[in-house]
């Protein structure tokens, strides 16, 4: 049985070709790098351009927000990191950064760290607040270094895509790999984390046409999803729903299950070549840049299943595939809840459920819960 996650395409935006795109965490704006050295920031609750920024004459093929800063970082083909300010378009900082085209900039989640990955097979570290001192570099790929993706269980460490054929996991401060993945026959692509606390995976996408999955404790690849008919430029595991999508220059992005890895859904807006998939923590979003523009899309409800027991007074919701439980007769007696206020209720952890919950019900008697999802079911003694 399908997940049947709904798929509501939210904006869609024509422009030059987008090499990357990013999503604001609290204001509704997914950021376009151009091809032809522009960067775009869309609303996309009005569907307006709000920001424009002219970087360069040469493709800028990564920028990302920074939001403590107010800040977006690009790197483009004239080998140049440039910082604006987005609230005043102001160019904050620029400096030539490698060698040969810059491919990707990632974000440090907590440090004042940039890490930028190029041509020149090299990956380096920048401080913003030691004036952008390169604090370290990372040499071991022999070919162009493409993506790099920060590990969200533990932010030491990061893994990197290269088209060597090879991925390979870093440690901040360490000056050679941890160790390396072998196994795609042609240059790697792309690579992303698993989010969730319960496996250690890394996915990666490769010019042989294929996204494998690897567990980097084991450093064994433990799935290999085939489907896509040219090579995959992009890989997402959903920080939130149990999915993984894929892109590629076939055109189309793909969603799988996460657990089962069967194909779910398969979307094609016609335009062209997909080149990059931005998933956003705490959010249903998903923004995709093509040659002939960009499109976000909403995957499945936000809103969590839920069910309350009537008589009893206890509600049971999902948070993912997390089960919590509240008691409304927990309240204490005399206190004033206006209308629209949040209730002031004790949150009880149930733990995980197998099955991504898509509805849940209570037994007439309130002593048993009922989660559906994924074509089965599973019942909860309270």
């Known amino acids: 049985m399908p997940l049947r996650l709904d798929i509501k395409r939210k904006l869609t935006a024509r422009s030059d070709r987008v090499k990357c795109v990013d999503l604001h965490p609290s204001e509704p704006w997914m950021l376009c790098s151009l091809y032809n050295g522009n960067i775009n920031v869309w609303n996309y609750e009005n ?54 085209y810059l491919r990707c900039v990632v974000v440090h989640p907590t440090q004042p760290y940039i890490l930028t ?86 996915i990666s996408g490769a010019d042989d046409r294929l996204v494998k999955i690897w567990d980097y404790q084991n450093k064994t690849c433990v799935q290999t999803l085939e489907g896509h008919a040219q090579n995959i430029s992009a890989v997402s595991f959903h920080p939130e729903l149990p999915v993984v999508l894929t892109g590629s220059e076939d055109g189309t992005v793909r969603i799988w299950h996460a657990n089962t890895h069967r194909l779910e859904s398969s979307l094609n807006y016609g335009f062209e070549r997909v080149w990059t998939i931005c998933c956003l923590r705490g959010s249903n979003n998903v923004s995709i840049g093509y040659d002939e523009g960009s499109i976000l899309v909403k995957v499945g409800r936000e809103e969590p299943a839920v069910s309350m027991d009537s008589s009893g007074g ?62 089965k079911f599973s019942a909860v003694k309270l």
């Open 314 to 375: 206890k509600i049971i919701w999902a948070r993912h595939s997390e089960l919590q439980q509240a008691n409304l007769k927990a309240l204490n007696e005399g206190v004033e809840i206006r209308d629209g206020e949040r209730l002031p209720v004790a949150v009880k952890d149930m733990g995980a459920c197998e099955i991504y919950p898509q509805t849940i019900q209570h037994n007439p008697n309130g002593r048993f819960v009922v989660v559906c999802g994924d074509g």
């Open 47 to 100: 569907q307006q351009l709000v920001k424009t920024f002219e970087v360069c004459d040469l493709p800028v093929r990564a920028a990302k927000f920074v939001p403590r800063k107010n800040w977006v970082v690009a790197g483009s083909d004239d080998y140049q990191i440039r910082v604006f300010n987005y609230n005043t378009l102001e160019r904050v900082h620029s400096f030539e950064a490698h060698s040969d």
């Open 117 to 202: 990955s190029s041509d020149d097979m090299l990956i380096k570290l920048w401080n913003w607040e030691k004036s952008w001192a390169c604090q370290q570099v990372f040499e071991g790929h022999c070919h162009y270094v493409m993506q790099i993706a920060i590990n969200p269980k533990d932010n030491n460490t990061f893994a990197s895509a290269s088209l060597d054929r090879t991925l390979k996991v870093w440690q901040l401060g360490a000056a050679t790999a941890n160790f390396t993945l072998e196994g795609h026959e042609k240059g790697v692509n792309c690579v992303d984390y698993y989010h969730g606390g319960d496996k250690p995976y890394i």
